[in-house]
């Protein structure tokens, strides 16, 4: 609700969720703060950028970079772990989306070459989803992006997931 948005702003949630993500290692604990930012700032450039200058962005591009190297060593870690990076994503296309100095903060991050990683068909539905997302949101009307990706390597696997969507449907 915009009014629940709009009260939880005023009253300085930002802070707290963007520690959280930087202090935390729980994944259900860092899904949700990611979700809940994500949720803020959907659609509105203020909270958008008071993510990004309270270092809520650059938070979720580290959370990024951690989650999408570890390798889990049960099923269950694994599936953990693609939650909380389908969550990072959301939360990161929200935050960037129609935000142009959003998307240079994440790029300037180091936030591509993590994101491309998790372009890949051995993963999850929902988390290959939100990533790609995520890609449209920071490419959309943004050329320097779309170069990053290039220069990252991301057209392949991008699309290789064309090819993926068709096996499923199949």
């Known amino acids: ?7 939880a702003f005023d009253l300085g949630v930002i802070q707290p969720l963007v ?3 930087a202090n935390d290692n729980n994944h259900v604990v860092l899904q949700n703060a990611a979700q809940s930012i994500g949720n803020l700032a959907d659609d509105n450039s203020q909270y958008q950028n008071a993510v990004r200058e309270q270092q809520g962005l650059l938070r979720l591009v580290e959370l990024f970079n951690k989650w999408s190297r570890e390798s889990p060593d049960t099923a269950e870690s694994e599936r953990a772990r693609q ?12 935050i960037c989306e129609r935000n142009e100095v959003n998307q240079k903060a994440f790029r300037d991050a ?4 993590a994101l491309v990683k998790v372009l890949n ?29 290039r220069e990252c390597e991301g ?13 499923l449907q199949s």
């Open 1 to 7: 609700q915009v009014e629940n948005r709009t009260e």
């Open 155 to 167: 057209l392949k696997p991008l699309i290789e997931l064309l090819e993926y969507g068709a096996i």
């Open 121 to 149: 068909p051995k993963y999850d539905a929902v988390l290959l989803e939100m990533a790609a997302g995520c890609i449209c949101a920071l490419c959309e009307s943004f050329d320097s992006n779309k170069v990053a990706v």
């Open 19 to 21: 520690n959280i993500l």
């Open 110 to 113: 180091g936030g591509m070459p």
């Open 83 to 94: 939650e909380l990076l389908a969550k990072v994503c959301f939360a990161c296309w929200l």
